[in-house]
């Protein structure tokens, strides 16, 4: 399945503005142009990551959108089930997706920042699975009747 840049927005829940800054300022989203569905689940994981650490950590996209690169690198072409067992590490100069049992293991004696991707694609699964409850159909205002052939469709049968 592919994303389009109006179905990520309501996702991340994020402005056009804030999008288009986005797709600026970090060169793996530069290729996304134009309204047509474009974007993997690899890519939403990675654009939700992001997302959180604009919203919680208070990254600012123009002195690090370089560097998400590497990040939106290991996301794509990867399933929503693969990447729910990993943690984004996001270091100085690195970042990197690991299987989330070795994350507490691995320590450089570097700050890291540590988003596990568990949460973030359950909320993902939640808003999807909201929005499709939303656009079930609706009560018919008349109740479903029988019709009977034509007369000259009836001999047609076998």
Known sequence: ??????QIRDLLSISVDAFRT????IPA???HRGHAPSFTPGDVV???IVAELVRDFGVRIGTVGDRFDALFEECRGR???????????????????????IADRRSRGV?????PCAPIIARLRSALTTTE???????????PTSMALPPERRGNQS
């Not at 990447?83 to 049992?101: G, P, Q, T």
């Not at 700050?111 to 988003?115: A, G, I, K, N, Q």
């Not at 409850?133 to 109740?143: K, M, R």
């Open 46 to 48: 990675a654009m939700a």
């Open 111 to 115: 700050s890291t920042l540590r988003v």
């Open 29 to 31: 989203l530069a290729h």
């Open 22 to 25: 986005w797709r600026d300022a």
């Open 1 to 6: 399945m592919r994303y389009t840049q109006g």
């Open 79 to 101: 399933s929503w089930l693969s990447l729910e067992n990993c943690v984004a590490l996001i270091e100085a100069d690195e970042f990197c997706l690991i299987d989330a049992s």
């Open 133 to 143: 409850a939303d656009q079930a159909q609706g009560h018919l205002q008349f109740s």
